[in-house]
């Protein structure tokens, strides 16, 4: 069974410039949702998560959110009062110049942070875990670590970017969003791997 929130209920869903940016953004609006919270994009400036206790979590580019996330030198994130914008917490800040400037758009040093947050969500634990299957018939596997469902679903998502942006497989087949958790299926020259997310049962 996933844990993943609802789609926010607006009017925006239709406006081909909200659409593309939430598709643009999935990677880091999937493992929020995971977490159990309403995840919209704010204003095309920002990916905002309801944590449903009176707070949100903004997270910006520091400037409008590029078309292309690949424009993306970093990250920060805030958590404040929604009645209260003014009451807020800088939790972290990977923009140039930034005391995280070093993990640059890195997705899981700021997953982990915002898996630091007090807020209730769901107790469920995943394991990210990718597959490799040479044309002659030999498997390799590589685990992962026992997550959050927010850090587990990023670190899916860092896996799958790794695959096709530096080691030049393309994704063939994806498992949709609400058929369970993900799951993705890559080619290279005959070569397939397979990257998914379980529940853990540890």
């Keep these: 069974m996933t844990t993943l929130a609802a789609l926010p209920d607006h009017d925006r869903r239709t406006d081909p410039l909200s659409v593309r940016l939430f ?31 009176g707070t949100e979590v903004n997270i910006t580019t520091g400037h409008e959110l590029p078309l292309d996330p690949a424009q ?35 997705l899981l040093p700021m997953f982990a942070r915002i898996d630091a947050l007090d807020s209730t969500r769901t107790a469920v634990r995943l394991t990210t875990t990718a597959t490799y299957c040479a044309p002659y018939g030999l498997n390799a596997n590589e685990s992962g670590a026992i997550d959050t469902p927010g850090m587990a679903v990023a670190r899916y998502f860092e896996r799958c970017r790794n695959l096709t942006a530096v080691k030049g497989y393309r994704r063939i087949w994806e498992r949709p969003e609400y058929e369970g958790y993900p799951l ?8 397939l791997a397979t990257v998914r997310v379980t529940l853990s049962h540890d």
């Design 72 to 106: 993306v030198a970093g990250w920060k994130v805030v958590r404040r009062d929604i009645d209260n914008p003014a009451r807020h917490t800088a939790l972290y800040d990977s923009t140039p110049g930034g005391p995280q400037s070093h993990h640059r758009a890195g």
């Design 184 to 191: 993705a299926v890559f080619e290279k020259d005959g070569y």
């Design 23 to 53: 598709r643009s953004y999935r990677h880091v609006i999937t493992p929020l949702r995971y977490l159990g919270w309403i995840t919209d994009i704010a204003d095309e400036f920002a990916i905002r998560a309801d944590l449903g206790d």
